[in-house]
């Protein structure tokens, strides 16, 4: 890798540091289970924890049960009914029903939960493969997922934990003060909520978050950027930095291929950059979905008007999982196409 240059960032200062060359990306880890904690992570990963499983505090725990608390963001309906107001869905959850990412479960018109303190994922990756360019190269961070996201995205390359229930993944108890004695322990000066779906998992990211800033040790947001406003800005007062993966500049996309909105995520977008948290943006690129010239130029005009031209973009490369295991890698000739027209578009820093 390059040595590290200093650039001015002009309008956005939070992120001073950026490398010359791009690192290669590698897919996000695997899920962690007790067995594997205190052995060598899979190659590719700085560390590996050593967690007494057992011997951690009894952090959100509601009538005795690991990992239950109420979610922050909902209302409750008639009939036991209760609405989530965490992300765009709104999801309308009769009881003893869950919402559509799965980790949350109405219970007696009290809306809850299930993945507080409860990871499947952990380890510790460099910065980079968040992939954070401008935030603490060179560093570590700790970074920890749940089981469940609130879209479904079709190529999804971390399925395994991402579009799956709590109780289909092994998971530890790791409430935020040990998340955040683990981060220290390791030298980690950053703690990543990621690989699957951190709005999914929001009350436990929030309070990991909390209880790292009394510690310094700061906290990362890598999401798809599906978050209603109120808790999006809740989140905000809390956090570092945030990665916005943008799936691509079209609604048709969104919908038949994740099962979601365009619009929210570039409502986040605009929020992000109202309120000069430091963002970057990624945009894995699919063969012959989210790869033409006219459509990568419009968002990076889009981009450059609405947010800055110094906000980071980063073209990723697809490989085949999930439900699109059919669909070719990405050539990197198209990485290299995409990295042109957003170049040329006035983006300055893009990967």
Known sequence: ??????????????????????????PAGARITRRQLGQLAKAGLCASLVAKVGALASHARANGEEGLAEVMFYKRLDDSRVECLVCPRKCRVADQERGFCGNKENRGGRYFTLVHSRPCAVNVDPIEKKPFFHVLPGTKSFSIATAGCNIECQFCQNWQIAQVRPEQVRSLFMPPEEVVRRAKETGCPTISYTYSEPVSFYEYMLDTAVEGNKRGVRSLVVTNGYINEEP?????????????????????????????????????????????????????????????EQEIRQ???????????DVPVHFTRFRPAYKMQDLPPTPIATLERCYEAAKEEGLRYVY
């Open 1 to 26: 890798m390059g040595p590290l240059v200093r650039k001015s960032l002009g309008a956005r200062p939070r992120g001073p540091w950026i490398r010359e060359r791009t690192p290669e990306m590698e």
């Open 232 to 292: 999006l800005k809740k989140l905000c007062e809390n956090v570092a930095a945030i990665k916005v993966d943008l799936k691509a500049f079209n609604e048709r996309f969104y919908k038949e291929l994740c099962r979601g909105e365009l619009k929210p995520v570039l409502d986040t977008l605009k929020c992000l950059g109202k309120w000069s948290v430091w963002t970057e943006i990624v945009m894995l690129i699919l063969p012959g979905h989210n790869d033409g």
């Open 299 to 309: 968002m990076a005009r889009w981009i450059k008007e609405e947010l800055s031209p």
